[in-house]
């Protein structure tokens, strides 16, 4: 098996082999959805659902209900192929009861059900694969699982993929994402839908600041703010400044605004780091947008970019 790397996405830390990507993603944290490829084909498959502690299903009964579900999918597909679990056993995933099946239909797969009390949330995991990889693929799969993390006690959820690698407070929720070549980045929002953080980058950052954009701060305007900001609010600039990323080895220039207005806790106050990680070749930028508390905006912007990595 390859080299491994760290990989975490709404709540769940896995250790990867390091040519696998995050491909696919959907839902948010109690429902939702991703899938890991490499260069070749899909190679991991995590799906989760909120439960209940008090209505939790045994892992017998969620392997069910997939296998079930599976076989709904084939009908409905006009696929005459049967669903067979040809092994079944007891594991543990992340100290959790669980079970694990070898199922064949259209291809073989190796299937995984567990339920975390911790986060309330019910999780199947699967590879598919050609049934003379059944060697390697389990290889591969039990060494995944084994070291995955479905919940923390931590008062951040840790988000990594792409070569990033972020602690956002627990509190704040994915709710908008865009991964595309020209442009990636994530925002997050607090249950109030208040206030936000917000990470992203724009590869081939020599060829960006050589052709398009004059500066740092003029591709932060045009792609982020003017896109995703301006709704929130006019913004005008308080002050800035530079800052050492101490972990990263990189300067930011770091910008301070607030919305117009005379009542501090009616405007919104923003924080924005921009950086260029050589390392990368990538444009970086991190903000925070607080509600009412210039000092809380910064203090969160400052909190995460000590543990920022962008490389």
């Known amino acids: 098996m390859s080299e491994l790397k760290y990989f975490a996405w709404q709540g ?3 250790m990867i082999p390091k040519d696998w990507d995050l491909a696919v993603d959907a839902g948010n944290f109690d429902n939702g959805y991703f899938r890991l490829d490499d260069y070749v084909k899909p190679r991991l498959e995590i799906k989760w659902e909120k439960i209940k502690f008090e209505k939790a299903p045994t892992s017998d009964k969620l392997l069910e209900n997939f296998i079930k ?12 192929t049967k669903v067979s679990i040809l092994e079944k056993q007891n594991t543990k995933v992340a100290e959790h009861d ?8 259209v291809q073989d797969a ?30 591969a799969f039990n060494t995944v699982i084994q070291k995955l993390m479905c919940h923390t006690s931590d008062e951040n959820i840790t988000w990594s993929a792409y070569g990033f690698k972020v602690k956002i407070p627990a509190l704040y929720r994915l ?21 936000i953080v917000s990470f992203g980058y724009s590869s081939m950052a020599n060829v960006i600041l050589k052709e398009y954009y004059s500066d740092i701060e003029e591709w932060f305007n045009e792609l982020i703010y003017k896109k995703n900001l301006k709704k929130i609010g006019k913004f005008k600039r308080k002050k800035e400044e530079n ?5 990263q080895k990189h300067e ?24 260029n ?19 809380k905006a910064k203090d969160l912007a400052t909190s995460i970019m000590k543990d920022f990595q962008c490389h």
């Open 175 to 195: 709710s908008n994402r865009k991964f595309t070549s020209g442009l990636s980045y994530l925002f997050f929002m607090d249950p109030k839908g208040y206030n």
């Open 98 to 105: 669980a079970v694990l099946a070898y199922v064949r239909s």
């Open 110 to 139: 190796l299937i995984v059900a567990w339920y975390c009390e911790k986060s309330e949330r019910a999780f199947i995991a699967q590879t598919v694969f050609p049934a003379k990889e059944y060697d390697n693929q389990k290889k």
């Open 252 to 275: 930011a220039r770091v910008l301070y605004l607030e919305t117009y207005g005379f009542i501090s806790k009616f405007k919104n106050y923003m924080v924005v780091y921009l950086w």
């Open 69 to 80: 579900s599976m076989e709904k999918n084939l009908k409905k597909r006009k696929i005459q």
């Open 12 to 14: 769940i830390e896995l």
């Open 277 to 295: 990680c050589e390392n990368l070749n990538r444009l970086y930028f991190l903000l925070t947008i607080i509600k009412g508390n210039r000092t």
């Open 243 to 247: 800052a050492q990323l101490n972990r």
